[in-house]
């Protein structure tokens, strides 16, 4: 079964960057839909970046202007890079593989990556 592999989480001050990446190990990457979620302590997991199997993207308000997701079709790698990072930002984000006519509004879909956390310090 294929498998998601994230890195690139780690510590950060507030209004610092980082970049997380996501590696499929399976075939036809190219034709999922792939995301970013993210699940705090005590919250529902929400979705922070998509970029659907044609590249276009989807960012919800509160990730919109700060992060960034992007894909590398040869490497079978999906990446998001967040930029002015703040202490709200501090959760475990997950990788998501789901298929190309997806909903994002549905959170429980797909295959998941085991989780990468992300710490911001104020």
């Known amino acids: 079964q294929a498998q998601l592999v994230e890195s690139g989480g780690g510590v950060v001050q507030a209004g610092g960057s980082l970049r997380l990446s996501c590696t499929y190990s399976g075939r036809t990457f190219n034709s999922y839909a792939m995301g970013w979620f993210r699940q705090a302590p005590g919250k529902e997991r929400e979705l922070v970046a998509g970029?659907?199997?044609?590249?276009?993207?989807v960012y919800p308000n509160v990730a919109r202007g700060r992060f960034s997701i992007s894909r590398d079709n040869d490497r079978n790698t999906v990446y998001l890079q967040m930029n002015n990072l703040k202490p709200e930002d501090t959760a475990v984000y997950y990788c998501?593989?789901?298929?190309?006519?997806?909903?994002?509004?549905?959170?429980?879909?797909?295959?998941w990556g085991q989780g990468t956390q992300v710490t911001v310090s104020s």
């Open positions: 970029i659907n199997s044609d590249g276009t993207t």
């Open positions: 998501n593989a789901r298929g190309a006519a997806t909903n994002w509004s549905l959170k429980n879909i797909g295959t």
